[in-house]
């Protein structure tokens, strides 16, 4: 079945903003009355602000962990920029972020028709471990990504959701610290079975209401990863077709392929595929 994007979007984003907005508000409450209610004054504040285009420079170096490229990273990401700028693909800022991890991405498209690019990308592209196409088929597939997302209030629920975006890093943290206990995995796995226990413990102990809630957050594990899949293969689709269009698609496969990434045969082949279009010769029929 295929589910609307908007769908997908509040089954990933509402609970992420619940958690959030509930977690802010036991903060406040920790504090005392009056330091309370200013800092909770102000982060809406800070989330209007966000909202109505303000702030978006501080925003997107605090939210990604980034800076402003310097005067020499930019003039190696300058002609990448300018054989985007040919291809119809507008940049006006560059970030690059303060530090790359394994799973940094390589770059990534936020706010107003600004990037935010790895260390590793402005080294390689200025040691010609890539090339200038390259590094455009890299640029062009994020904010192709960015396009097929099609974010309302980037910025503002970003920053609106980090407080669970906080909380999943450290239970991913904790999870990852005690993965190498044998029934950590099996207590996951069977995490459905435990669910439905306390759903129905519950509701034949006359306590409804707390099982509900116990078996929803149980529920919530498996249909936010699931819609989180679905979201990530269609951006990846549509990213793929913003990079073909801009005759980058054959550029990109070659990349992927030359790191290592993992790639299905049908994403080669519809990259690749322009190539195999463009060399086959065309028939032109002469009247005479």
Known sequence: MRFPMTVLRVVTLGP???VSFVLT???????????????????????????????????IAVLTSSRPATEAEFRVMAPVLVELAGRGVDIAA????????PSTPVAGAIGRGTVVVSPGLVDATYRGGVTRAEAAAALAHAVGRHQALRPRLELAMLA?????????????????AFAWLPFMRLAWTLRGVVGVICVVQS????RAAPGLLGGAVVALTYLVPAAGRRIELRVEVEADRFVLARGLGP???????????PMTLERMRQLEA???????????????
Request: charged residues 15%; hydrophobic residues 55%; contains cysteine.
């Open 16 to 18: 992420a903003l619940l």
């Open 25 to 59: 508000v036991v903060v406040c409450a920790l504090l005392r009355p009056a330091l309370g209610l200013v800092v909770f004054m102000a982060a809406g504040g800070v989330l209007v602000a966000l909202a109505l285009g303000q702030l978006q420079q501080p925003a």
């Open 94 to 101: 560059v970030f690059v972020r303060r530090v790359q991890r």
């Open 160 to 176: 609106a959701t980090t407080p669970w975006w906080v909380v999943v890093a450290t239970f991913r943290g904790v999870g990852r």
């Open 203 to 206: 509701v034949a102990e006359g």
């Open 251 to 261: 550029v990109l496969a070659g990349l992927l392929r030359r790191f290592g990434h």
């Open 274 to 288: 322009v190539v195999e279009q463009r060399q086959r010769p065309r028939l032109h029929l002469v009247h005479g």
